[in-house]
């Protein structure tokens, strides 16, 4: 799979195990909010996208700028160099 797919994948597996969503169906292009994610929820989703990936992306900005799926993938796959995503998630 591409380096785009991997991070999706990735992401999927992060945003369903703190929602408790199954998003893997899901329209990739409906916000945060639209699938029912509240501020709390997205704080912890920040973090653990600090912890997973080593990157800094505050709730807000997934409120705002990388606020669904489609454009959380784009910048995460453009910041997170296609090793360390090999890395990071060896066991999927």
């Known amino acids: 799979p591409s380096h785009r797919a991997q991070?999706?994948?990735?992401?999927?597996e992060l945003l369903d195990s703190a929602s408790g969503i199954d998003l893997s169906d899901e329209?990739?292009?409906?916000?945060?909010?639209?699938?029912?994610?509240?501020?709390?929820l997205l704080t912890?989703?920040?973090?653990?996208?600090?912890?997973?990936?080593?990157i800094?992306?505050?709730?807000?900005?997934?409120?705002e700028d990388l606020s669904n799926l489609d454009r959380l993938?784009?910048?995460?796959?453009?910041?997170?160099a296609p090793a360390t995503a090999a890395w990071c998630c060896a066991g999927l």
């Open 7 to 12: 991070i999706a994948a990735q992401l999927i």
């Open 27 to 40: 329209n990739p292009q409906l916000t945060f909010l639209e699938l029912g994610f509240d501020s709390l």
């Open 44 to 54: 912890q989703v920040a973090m653990s996208l600090k912890k997973k990936f080593g």
């Open 56 to 63: 800094d992306v505050g709730f807000r900005t997934l409120l």
């Open 73 to 80: 993938t784009d910048h995460v796959s453009s910041v997170v």
